[in-house]
């Protein structure tokens, strides 16, 4: 059973970093054979859940969605099993729970929620003014 735990959320200045770590059990990154996908999404209140970026873990290779590139980097650690999302440049707009997600086989440039298995419980991210 993959099971996944986020941490990482708090309360952060406009322009300040923050970075989100996924603890994955359940399968192995070192398992390029039975690659996954994980995820992060966010959730603002009142909105649909947003696909921000994903990392596969056959090669590392990633992808963004339009509105973090270029300020959020997704990294996977192997000897960890765990995805980080280091966010920078943050805006009162990335205010949100963040969740990852996870999925067998290799589906990095899909950020749609159906596509996702496996879901952690969340973390709060506040980006004040």
């Known amino acids: 059973e993959v099971q996944l735990v986020e941490s990482g959320g708090g309360l952060v200045q406009v322009g300040g970093s923050l970075r989100l770590s996924c603890a994955a059990s359940?399968?192995?990154?070192?398992?390029?054979?039975?690659?996954?996908?994980i995820a992060w999404f966010r959730q603002a209140p009142g909105k649909e859940r947003e696909g921000v970026a994903s990392i596969t873990t056959a090669d590392g290779s990633t992808y963004y969605s339009d509105s973090v590139n270029g300020r959020f980097t997704i990294s996977a650690d192997t000897p960890r099993n765990t995805v980080y999302l280091q966010m920078s440049t943050l805006k009162s707009d990335d205010t949100a729970v963040y969740f990852c997600a996870e999925r067998r086989g290799i589906v990095v440039s899909t950020l749609w929620p159906s596509f996702y298995d496996s879901w952690g419980q969340g973390t709060q991210v506040t980006v004040s003014a």
């Open positions: 359940g399968f192995s990154f070192d398992d390029k054979i039975d690659a996954h996908t």
